[in-house]
């Protein structure tokens, strides 16, 4: 530990939003002692309302994160450091005490179904970077809620984080704030810290007034704990940690413990023109188009199809052996460039309000653009792009990051099912699996029984895509 905090550590930052005295002892102990650890200047329980929203919103605006849309209503754009655009797979680590409970152990070079860490390598890990971390910062609180508040399905989550992006982000993307807190009846929650890594003042200047570290970055998940730890990117996947940290990762390993099933799964409700409905979940990796399916405007006349959830399906049998499913989420993190009336009408519907938009590129008149909106520019726009530049098509590199998102309220879907926050959740009828396959596979085929839709399914391969630090396909 660095000298000059041994005479602080045990010092508790002052508490300017909420009662830490209040909250239940496991939640409050994980608090304490990470406060003492990370010393940030100041804690903030966040209760998810709309004032704080506002606040939160405003601290970004003056620290140069985010700027205001003006064309659209509530939405605001924020242009990371070209270093931290996508969830970093290589840098991601799983932390059991056998290598096999985590991974296959290849015979030559490394796994491609993930990375194990030794609890002895992570500690060392964990000790040069966290004491001290969050020096000169707020450190944030969020309570948060996997799934409906209150459904048997859902989990409880309490995510601490030196970055009012991430808040932000949580607000949209998990039911945050006070209503989490109180369902914290039995002391039991998933634990996520996370820091961006760059306690103040800065050793050097910041890229777009983005604070990551990336040559520290770790994403580390200790299923035997429960917890999750994420240091040095500021970027989705890597510090909403209620997405694919808490949503698949952890949860599948609660998952296996309580014999539920917790998938990288869209969920959608399918009526055919007699009115009867069906629910299907699909798997396919990130950027294969799944929140294009979920939102899908059929062709065939009489059909109709309403979105449960975009990416994540948490399912569970119930007591006469049917599958149901709920969507652990409250918004839609999805990869913009593709997007537009034609792909995906739905989604242009949903994303234009209460939206934080992130390296897309930006229209003069205060609107985003990317590649395959398919909106010609009104004349006299012209267009900077996502690294801060004038863009024009003869740029020869694209105006949007490929993997840019928006960040929007699932409530704002059009065609949001009428059961999607039912508690119980919704009766699964079938899975499809997909991915992108440029060549030598059907477009369309069916399992003769579930047996071979299980081998099909275990044996499917995608293409690489922008969602993770891949370059190539």
């Not at 966290?130 to 809620?145: E, L, V």
């Not at 899908?296 to 309403?306: H, R, V």
């Not at 999607?420 to 069916?446: H, K, N, Q, T």
Request: aromatic content about 8%.
């Amino acid at each position: 530990m660095p000298p000059q905090l041994k005479a602080e550590v045990n010092v508790m930052p002052k508490v300017v939003q909420g009662d830490l005295q209040s909250l239940p002892p496991e939640a409050r102990e994980f608090i304490e002692s990470n406060a003492k650890l990370c010393q940030p200047e100041s804690i903030h329980i966040c209760d998810g309302s709309e004032e704080e929203n506002k606040k939160i919103l405003d601290i970004m605006v003056e620290q140069g994160m985010i700027k205001k849309l003006s064309k659209y209503e509530n939405c605001w754009l924020a242009l990371t450091d070209p270093r931290d655009v996508a969830r970093i797979e290589s840098k991601t680590v799983i932390i059991t005490q056998e290598q096999r409970d985590t991974t296959p152990i290849p015979k030559t070079g490394t796994s491609q179904l993930g990375r194990w860490m030794s609890e002895e390598d992570f500690e060392k890990a964990f000790n040069t970077r966290f004491p001290g971390c969050m020096q000169g910062r707020t450190m944030y609180a969020i309570p948060f809620s996997m799934g409906p508040i209150g459904s048997p399905l859902s989990k409880i989550g309490i995510e601490l984080t030196d970055s009012p992006y991430v808040v932000a982000s949580m607000r949209i993307m998990t039911r945050m704030g006070t209503a989490a807190l109180k369902a914290l009846s039995n002391g039991e929650f998933v634990k996520c810290l996370h820091s961006v890594g760059c306690p103040l003042p800065l050793k050097e200047p910041l890229i777009n007034n983005w604070p990551c570290n990336p040559e520290l970055t770790l994403i580390a998940h200790l299923p035997d704990r429960r917890e999750i730890i994420s240091f040095g990117s500021g970027y989705g996947g890597n510090s909403l940690l209620g997405k694919k940290c808490f949503a698949l990762r952890i949860a599948s390993r609660i998952a296996k413990e309580e014999g539920w099933l917790a998938e990288h799964m869209l969920i959608l409700g399918i009526t055919n023109p007699e009115g009867e409905k069906k629910y299907f979940a699909a798997a396919f990796p990130s950027a294969c188009g799944k929140t294009n399916l979920a939102m899908m405007n059929p062709s065939l006349p009489g059909w109709k199809i309403e979105c449960v959830g975009d990416d994540i399906a948490w399912m569970k049998f119930d007591e006469q052996g049917n599958l149901r499913a709920i969507n652990p989420e409250n918004g839609f993190f999805g990869v913009a460039p593709g997007t537009s009336v034609k792909t995906n009408p739905n989604a242009i519907k949903t994303i234009f309000k209460n939206t934080i938009f992130t390296n897309v590129a930006e229209t003069s008149d205060g609107g985003v653009y990317w590649e395959g909106i398919d909106e010609p520019l009104p004349p006299g726009i012209t267009l900077t792009s996502w690294k801060k530049k004038d863009w024009t098509a003869d740029n020869g590199e694209p105006s949007a990051h490929p993997n840019s998102r928006f960040c929007t309220p699932a409530s704002q879907c059009p065609i949001m099912d009428p059961a999607w926050e039912s508690p119980e959740g919704v009766p699964i009828e079938g899975i499809i699996f997909g991915g992108r396959r440029p060549a030598g596979v059907p477009l369309v085929y069916e399992a003769f029984n579930w047996q071979h839709g299980v081998f099909i399914g275990a044996a499917m391969r995608s293409e690489a895509t922008a969602a993770a630090e891949h370059k190539g396909k």
